[in-house]
């Protein structure tokens, strides 16, 4: 009697360890299901990455292009008297360099300065407009011209720049842009400053070393 029952407890070890063995299976089947799918999710976010990247830099909207055509002030300039009442004209080429990416633009404002003088300013457009990708718009303005006057404080410097034959203006153009990526897409609105420097001679006409000079713009 006490033989069968030492048989017995010693048959038990084997049992134990083939719990143990058992155990020790299914949990390293289940860390190497877990780092499988750990593997396989790290990879598609990776792809996932990389294709995001590449649809950012073939959809990533550029900022359209701006370059002075012509600006002319009407008869002239004169040292000794005040442009003021005469009428300026302006034309700005605006480029959609995007291959995919149009570009909606809202009403755009115009102004022309003489350092801090005030020479004209008015719409430039006076609705908004539409401009598809790899396109081109002139962006004409006409302007009555209502400074410097003589008795101006910046009147002494422009009636020397004029003498002189170059006088220094600035167009700056206001105006909010949206960028329509897709039918479904369109980025936010933009308060948009366009900046162009310019030379004018004494007739009134841009100077040939600031046509077609491109324009700062600055959001």
């Keep these: 009697m006490h033989t069968n029952q030492s048989s017995s407890s010693r048959a038990a070890p084997p049992s134990s360890r083939a719990r143990r063995i058992a155990r020790r299976t299914r949990e390293s089947c289940a860390a190497v299901f877990t780092n499988t799918l750990c593997s396989l999710l790290l990879g598609l976010l990776l792809v996932a990455a990389v294709v995001v990247f590449v649809l950012w830099l073939s959809l990533r909207p550029h900022r359209p292009r701006f370059n002075i055509?012509?600006?002319?002030?009407?008869?002239?300039?004169?040292?000794?008297?005040?442009?003021?009442?005469?009428?300026?004209?302006?034309?700005?080429?605006?480029?959609?360099?995007?291959?995919?990416?149009?570009?909606?633009?809202?009403?755009?404002?115009?102004?022309?300065?003489?350092?801090?003088?005030?020479?004209?300013?008015?719409?430039?457009?006076?609705?908004?407009?539409?401009?598809?990708?790899?396109?081109?718009?002139?962006?004409?303005?006409?302007?009555?011209?209502?400074?410097?006057?003589?008795t101006d404080a910046s009147w002494p410097s422009f009636s020397a720049a004029v003498q002189a034959g170059r006088v220094p203006l600035h167009l700056q153009l206001t105006t909010a842009i949206r960028f329509k990526v897709s039918n479904a897409f369109h980025?936010?609105?933009?308060?948009?400053?366009?900046?162009?420097?310019?030379?004018?001679?004494?007739?009134?006409?841009?100077?040939?070393?600031?046509?077609g000079a491109p324009c700062d713009r600055y959001f």
């Design 69 to 150: 055509a012509s600006f002319s002030i009407a008869g002239g300039l004169d040292p000794g008297s005040s442009p003021a009442g005469a009428s300026l004209a302006f034309n700005v080429t605006d480029r959609n360099p995007n291959r995919h990416i149009g570009i909606y633009y809202d009403a755009m404002h115009a102004s022309v300065r003489f350092y801090d003088a005030l020479v004209a300013s008015g719409p430039a457009y006076a609705a908004g407009w539409y401009q598809p990708n790899k396109t081109t718009t002139s962006i004409t303005g006409l302007l009555d011209v209502v400074g410097p006057t003589t």
């Design 187 to 211: 980025s936010g609105r933009q308060r948009m400053h366009v900046s162009c420097n310019l030379l004018v001679g004494a007739d009134g006409n841009l100077l040939p070393d600031s046509v």
